[in-house]
């Protein structure tokens, strides 16, 4: 049954012709004193399989529940196929291997049947294709397009065009076809060294004798190949020391046709009469086996010779292919190759230096860091979105280092958070050959077309292309502003529809009859359950429970939910809806905030996956009802609606810095009512495929006192996680502004305090770095203070400032030029890092959950800023008792307060103590998972300046090049 497989594989390619041709001679054969040595094909088979179960058995136990994986693809249901199939699927199961038959109608289409194929080309539980000929199929399909369309690295028949031209050249690293592989295997098996003897092939079809004939060559045979034109060609095989023959005319080489002594494998397999068998046939080779044996040193036998070894090498070619994925799964070292750069002196805009540097392709950078191609959807070629399924791909993998980027109390220009990120992920992945990914948020369009400009690093350390980043990326803000103004026009209608209708009729439009049928969505059955009905007719529920199920009774003066824009638009901050005469006069106050203060910014950022991003969404509490009980995004049916916006926005896109390291850059929460911090999907996918020894770095908003405290005590309490270290990103020039200096003003000229050596100013401004410092301790992490060199710097000032921090009790304080020099700027920097993350990780939470909600705020207000003390306004006491009663009382705090002190008031700089910090209002962000606390008035639509940078902003429309954006 083995050997009929040979034949089975592509009966056609061993006839060449009729044999007529070729002649059959009469002679007798040169008799030798004993038979040939049988070459059982069967056996070295059996050997074959029981090596590679113990391969697959090792591969298991090296990663669990990992498995080679064979799809046997089969048009129609032909049955000799089906006895094929059966048998590989047998050798398969034996050895480890989960093989499964992918049975096509024979109604496929070509097109069809080559989206399968690309489906399974993409999916990494797969190692090998093969497709099973001849194609049964109603339809005209190109066989050879087919067997091209398997992707080469999967392709372990070996037939691809792509690894029939690497045996032909001479590279034996991809598959070999797996009937002359296992031919040649035979050949070593007998014992005769194939080195410098004559081959001789009969036959020369794509599947066996032409590729038999290279793999003899490359095993430094000189090789005779022979086909149905040959002249003399009995004379030439008679030379043959090896002669392999596949000629598919059943017993046509005779015992004359072989030099005495020589080794001789018949991949032939034909059936012939033969009234002794109860079948009344017999299988026999191309070769006179009888007259063959008498003359040959060595001979197969068919059947039990070359069919076994075809499937035999078959299964091979499987487990040769799992263990390269095995391998690219556990490679500790990525095949990162980074871009070099060609610093400029005076450093260019930044714009300039991004423009200078071309990109990776982005799916090479994916292929590079371990992603699998269906795993990566292209957005053009130099920006991408992961799926989440590679969560599950790398479940088992042990996670990198984890290191949060925060900052000092900033001036108004920013202290180069960003950008030290940037400088630092290039010196760890591009310098230091570490797995490195940075992960970022996406920045707004407010600050871009405001004054700040975008958020992509700058100088040598940036992401790029850095107008992508900064404009619309992947649309994810977009949607987020799609789902926000969903929900908030279907929370205005609810409370139209409800003030216009009577129960029963708000009840009957809620549940209409559709085709004479009435019946509740899957929400709807959420609400019943939330109401503790049991029902699930919706003509059995009495008038009371009509009323129940359809009226909200929202309070309009509890409305906590804004629409959004992301841009800066001031007139929006507060505005009239429902003006117009179809509203029948139900209008009322509110206003917008810039999208990326919206809550489902922060849910997108904190959601694990779908799942928690919908249950996240449906908490959403947008305002009460009249009766005190929370509203929910769930209670307006709105919950699926909101997950269907938000369905791609969840994957994290892929970017890249100017040095060619990855760069994940996913969601963008407000750093004041939100917790300021990328998304944790970016951050366990950075962490799973960076592996052990790699790094995450990500970036807090704001000051530590906002941003890494929000990190620490809501985002990575939400995920699990515990940062390594913290690297704290300090200027001297923010130093002097604590110290007393003059006033930073965005857009106006510097104080010469800021750009001549002041010791004094340095001096008296480090208490405000040194509470940051402690402020990582206190959360157990080491701090590695970076202090970003700017050009006015002098090293006496760069002196203080890194003797001050060590004797603060700083783990490492360097001085990094990255701005300037990218990666090669920041290496001190990056093994201050890896020194400080191959500690023992002590990170700890600075509270716990169960704690009252005014004990936590006093704790993070003490801690975190140096308070003596909050104090509530009467207005936040009652708001705070509300949200006790109603079953927040544990969530974490989200501190909301001015990023530009540690007070609430932005003019007080330095680190001012024991001073009472006011909180003016609380709310709960319920999907989010936390509780607001205003510390003051915090705008969440910022206005545009008086000169904006739209101002310098153009579309050049003869280079298509975008123009001053930086």
């Given at each position: 049954?083995?050997?009929?497989?040979?034949?089975?594989?592509?009966?056609?390619e061993?006839?060449?012709?009729?044999?007529?041709?070729?002649?059959?001679r009469?002679?007798?054969?040169?008799?030798?004193?004993?038979?040939?040595?049988?070459?059982?094909?069967?056996a070295?088979a059996?050997?074959?399989?029981?090596?590679?179960?113990?391969?697959?058995?090792?591969?298991a136990?090296?990663s669990?529940?990992?498995?080679p994986?064979?799809?046997?693809v089969?048009?129609?249901?032909?049955?000799?196929?089906?006895?094929?199939?059966?048998?590989?699927?047998?050798a398969?199961?034996?050895?480890?291997?989960?093989?499964?038959?992918?049975?096509?109608?024979r109604?496929?289409?070509?097109?069809?049947?080559?989206?399968?194929?690309?489906?399974?080309?993409?999916?990494?539980?797969?190692?090998?294709?093969?497709?099973?000929?001849?194609?049964?199929?109603?339809?005209?399909i190109?066989?050879?397009?087919?067997?091209?369309?398997?992707s080469?690295?999967?392709?372990?028949?070996?037939?691809?065009?792509?690894?029939?031209?690497?045996?032909?050249?001479?590279?034996?690293?991809g598959?070999l076809p797996?009937?002359p592989?296992?031919?040649?295997?035979?050949?070593?098996?007998?014992?005769v060294e194939?080195?410098?003897?004559?081959?001789?092939?009969l036959?020369?079809?794509?599947?066996v004798?032409?590729?038999?004939?290279?793999?003899?060559?490359w095993?430094?045979a000189?090789?005779?190949v022979?086909?149905s034109?040959?002249?003399?060609l009995?004379?030439?095989?008679?030379?043959?020391?090896?002669?392999?023959?596949?000629?598919?005319?059943?017993?046509?080489?005779?015992?004359?046709?072989?030099?005495?002594?020589?080794?001789?494998?018949?991949?032939?397999i034909?059936?012939?009469?033969?009234?002794?068998?109860?079948?009344?046939?017999?299988l026999?080779?191309?070769?006179?086996?009888?007259?063959?044996?008498?003359?040959?040193?060595?001979?197969?036998?068919v059947?039990?010779?070359?069919?076994?070894?075809?499937?035999?090498?078959?299964?091979?070619?499987?487990?040769?292919?799992?263990?390269?994925?095995?391998?690219?799964?556990s490679?500790?070292?990525?095949?990162?190759?980074?871009?070099?750069?060609?610093?400029?002196?005076?450093?260019?805009?930044?714009?300039?230096?991004?423009?200078?540097?071309?990109?990776?392709d982005?799916?090479l950078?994916?292929?590079?860091?371990?992603?699998?191609?269906?795993?990566?959807?292209l957005?053009?070629?130099?920006?991408?979105?992961?799926?989440?399924?590679?969560?599950?791909?790398?479940?088992?993998?042990?996670?990198?280092?984890y290191?949060?980027?925060?900052?000092?109390?900033?001036?108004?220009?920013?202290?180069?958070?960003?950008?030290?990120?940037?400088?630092?992920?290039?010196?760890?992945?591009?310098?230091?050959?570490?797995?490195?990914?940075?992960a970022?948020?996406?920045?707004?369009?407010?600050?871009?077309?405001?004054?700040?400009?975008?958020?992509?690093?700058?100088?040598?350390?940036?992401?790029?292309?850095?107008e992508?980043?900064n404009?619309?990326?992947t649309?994810?803000?977009?949607?987020?502003?799609?789902a926000n103004?969903?929900?908030?026009?279907?929370?205005?209608?609810?409370i139209f529809?409800?003030?216009?209708?009577?129960?029963?009729?708000?009840y009957?439009?809620?549940v209409?009859?559709?085709k004479?049928?009435r019946?509740?969505?899957a929400?709807?059955?959420?609400?019943?359950?939330?109401?503790?009905?049991?029902k699930?007719?919706?003509?059995s529920?009495?008038?009371?429970?009509?009323?129940?199920?359809?009226?909200?009774?929202?309070?309009?003066?509890?409305?906590?939910?804004?629409?959004?824009?992301?841009?800066?638009?001031?007139?929006?901050?507060?505005?009239t809806?429902?003006?117009?005469p179809?509203?029948?006069?139900?209008?009322?106050?509110?206003?917008?905030?810039?999208?990326?203060?919206?809550?489902?910014?922060?849910?997108?950022?904190?959601?694990?996956?779908?799942?928690?991003?919908?249950?996240?969404?449906?908490d959403?509490?947008?305002?009460?009802?009249?009766?005190?009980?929370?509203?929910?995004?769930d209670?307006?049916?709105?919950?699926?609606?909101?997950?269907v916006?938000?369905?791609?926005a969840?994957?994290?896109?892929?970017?890249?810095?100017?040095?060619?390291?990855?760069?994940?850059?996913?969601?963008?929460?407000?750093?004041?009512?939100?917790?300021g911090?990328?998304?944790?999907?970016?951050?366990?996918?950075?962490?799973?495929?960076?592996?052990?020894?790699?790094?995450?770095?990500?970036?807090?908003?704001?000051?530590?006192?906002?941003?890494m405290?929000?990190?620490?005590?809501?985002?990575?309490?939400t995920?699990?996680?515990?940062?390594?270290a913290?690297?704290?990103?300090?200027?001297?020039?923010a130093?002097?502004?604590?110290?007393?200096?003059?006033?930073?003003?965005?857009?106006?000229?510097?104080?010469?305090?800021?750009?001549?050596e002041?010791?004094?100013?340095?001096?008296?401004g480090?208490?405000?770095?040194?509470?940051?410092?402690?402020?990582?301790?206190?959360?157990g992490?080491?701090?590695?203070?970076?202090?970003?060199?700017?050009?006015?710097?002098?090293?006496?000032?760069?002196?203080?400032?890194?003797?001050?921090?060590?004797?603060?009790?700083?783990?490492?304080?360097?001085?990094?030029?990255?701005?300037?020099?990218?990666?090669?700027?920041a290496?001190?920097?990056?093994?201050a890092?890896?020194?400080?993350?191959?500690?023992?990780?002590?990170?700890?939470?600075?509270?716990?959950?169960?704690?009252?909600?005014?004990?936590?705020?006093?704790?993070?207000?003490?801690?975190?800023?140096?308070?003596?003390?909050?104090?509530?306004?009467?207005?936040?006491?009652?708001?705070?008792?509300?949200?006790?009663?109603?079953?927040?009382?544990?969530l974490?705090?989200?501190?909301?307060?001015?990023?530009?002190?540690f007070?609430?008031?932005?003019?007080?700089?330095?680190a001012?103590?024991?001073?009472?910090?006011?909180?003016?209002?609380?709310?709960?962000?319920?999907?989010?998972?936390?509780?607001?606390?205003?510390?003051?008035?915090?705008t969440?639509?910022?206005?545009l300046?008086?000169?904006?940078?739209?101002?310098?902003?153009?579309?050049?429309?003869?280079?298509?090049?975008?123009?001053?954006?930086?």
């Amino acid at each position: 049954m083995a050997s009929k497989f040979v034949y089975q594989l592509e009966p056609e390619e061993f006839i060449l012709g009729d044999g007529s041709d070729l002649g059959e001679r009469s002679e007798k054969p040169a008799i030798r004193m004993s038979e040939a040595k049988i070459i059982s094909g069967t056996a070295v088979a059996k050997f074959i399989r029981e090596s590679l179960r113990s391969e697959v058995a090792a591969m298991a136990s090296q990663s669990k529940g990992f498995a080679p994986g064979l799809r046997i693809v089969q048009v129609g249901g032909r049955e000799d196929s089906n006895v094929y199939i059966r048998m590989k699927i047998k050798a398969a199961t034996e050895i480890g291997i989960n093989a499964v038959h992918v049975q096509l109608p024979r109604s496929i289409t070509e097109v069809e049947l080559l989206d399968k194929i690309s489906d399974l080309n993409d999916d990494p539980q797969v190692h090998g294709i093969i497709v099973q000929m001849p194609l049964d199929s109603e339809a005209s399909i190109d066989s050879h397009r087919i067997t091209d369309a398997v992707s080469p690295e999967k392709d372990v028949d070996g037939l691809h065009t792509v690894n029939e031209g690497r045996l032909a050249i001479g590279d034996l690293g991809g598959f070999l076809p797996c009937t002359p592989w296992g031919c040649l295997e035979l050949i070593r098996r007998s014992g005769v060294e194939i080195a410098g003897a004559r081959a001789v092939v009969l036959g020369r079809s794509k599947i066996v004798g032409t590729p038999a004939a290279e793999l003899l060559k490359w095993a430094n045979a000189t090789v005779t190949v022979c086909h149905s034109k040959t002249r003399n060609l009995e004379e030439i095989t008679r030379s043959a020391d090896i002669l392999v023959v596949g000629i598919g005319v059943a017993e046509m080489v005779k015992g004359s046709w072989i030099k005495p002594g020589a080794v001789v494998i018949d991949c032939g397999i034909n059936v012939k009469p033969d009234s002794t068998k109860a079948s009344g046939t017999r299988l026999v080779g191309d070769v006179d086996y009888e007259q063959a044996r008498l003359v040959a040193g060595h001979i197969t036998p068919v059947p039990g010779g070359v069919g076994p070894m075809t499937v035999a090498m078959l299964m091979k070619n499987t487990v040769t292919s799992a263990s390269r994925s095995l391998e690219r799964l556990s490679r500790t070292l990525w095949s990162l190759q980074p871009l070099p750069l060609k610093l400029q002196r005076p450093v260019p805009s930044d714009i300039e230096i991004a423009r200078a540097q071309k990109p990776k392709d982005i799916a090479l950078l994916a292929k590079e860091i371990g992603l699998e191609p269906r795993e990566v959807s292209l957005y053009g070629n130099k920006k991408a979105k992961i799926s989440l399924s590679v969560l599950e791909r790398l479940k088992n993998n042990e996670v990198g280092n984890y290191v949060v980027v925060a900052g000092m109390t900033p001036t108004p220009l920013g202290e180069g958070k960003t950008t030290t990120l940037m400088g630092l992920v290039q010196a760890l992945g591009a310098h230091k050959r570490r797995n490195t990914m940075a992960a970022l948020r996406q920045p707004s369009q407010g600050p871009t077309f405001g004054i700040k400009g975008g958020a992509a690093g700058g100088g040598y350390s940036q992401v790029i292309p850095m107008e992508e980043f900064n404009l619309h990326l992947t649309g994810d803000i977009h949607a987020v502003s799609a789902a926000n103004n969903l929900l908030a026009a279907q929370l205005d209608t609810r409370i139209f529809h409800e003030s216009t209708q009577k129960d029963k009729a708000l009840y009957d439009r809620l549940v209409p009859k559709v085709k004479g049928e009435r019946k509740f969505s899957a929400i709807q059955l959420r609400r019943l359950k939330k109401l503790g009905i049991t029902k699930t007719d919706p003509d059995s529920l009495t008038e009371e429970e009509y009323g129940a199920f359809a009226r909200l009774d929202i309070d309009p003066d509890t409305i906590m939910w804004e629409r959004v824009v992301d841009i800066n638009d001031r007139y929006l901050r507060s505005v009239t809806v429902g003006q117009s005469p179809t509203e029948k006069g139900i209008s009322r106050g509110t206003s917008f905030s810039i999208s990326v203060a919206s809550e489902i910014m922060a849910v997108l950022a904190l959601s694990r996956c779908l799942e928690d991003m919908k249950r996240r969404l449906a908490d959403m509490v947008v305002a009460f009802s009249k009766s005190g009980q929370p509203v929910t995004a769930d209670d307006l049916g709105v919950t699926g609606a909101l997950a269907v916006l938000l369905k791609d926005a969840l994957e994290p896109n892929l970017m890249q810095s100017l040095e060619g390291t990855p760069v994940l850059v996913h969601a963008g929460p407000f750093a004041n009512i939100a917790h300021g911090c990328n998304s944790i999907i970016a951050d366990e996918i950075g962490l799973k495929l960076v592996g052990k020894d790699g790094f995450v770095c990500t970036e807090a908003g704001f000051g530590s006192d906002i941003g890494m405290e929000k990190f620490c005590n809501i985002k990575c309490r939400t995920s699990g996680r515990k940062p390594n270290a913290m690297v704290l990103v300090a200027t001297v020039r923010a130093i002097k502004m604590h110290g007393g200096g003059a006033p930073v003003t965005a857009g106006a000229p510097l104080n010469k305090q800021y750009t001549e050596e002041n010791l004094e100013l340095v001096q008296k401004g480090l208490p405000n770095l040194l509470q940051h410092i402690s402020n990582g301790k206190a959360f157990g992490m080491p701090v590695v203070v970076c202090i970003n060199a700017h050009g006015a710097d002098t090293s006496a000032e760069h002196e203080l400032v890194k003797k001050a921090a060590l004797e603060a009790g700083a783990f490492a304080a360097v001085v990094s030029t990255h701005w300037a020099d990218g990666g090669a700027g920041a290496v001190e920097l990056a093994e201050a890092v890896i020194k400080a993350s191959s500690l023992g990780n002590q990170f700890r939470l600075l509270y716990e959950l169960e704690l009252p909600l005014v004990e936590k705020m006093n704790k993070i207000a003490t801690t975190m800023y140096g308070a003596g003390q909050v104090k509530l306004s009467p207005s936040a006491e009652e708001k705070v008792k509300r949200l006790t009663e109603a079953g927040f009382g544990n969530l974490p705090i989200c501190m909301s307060k001015v990023s530009g002190s540690f007070t609430g008031d932005a003019k007080i700089k330095g680190a001012p103590r024991d001073f009472t910090l006011d909180i003016e209002d609380v709310y709960v962000s319920a999907g989010a998972g936390f509780v607001v606390a205003m510390c003051g008035e915090v705008t969440k639509m910022p206005g545009l300046p008086t000169r904006p940078a739209i101002y310098d902003i153009d579309l050049n429309t003869e280079t298509g090049q975008i123009e001053g954006l930086f």
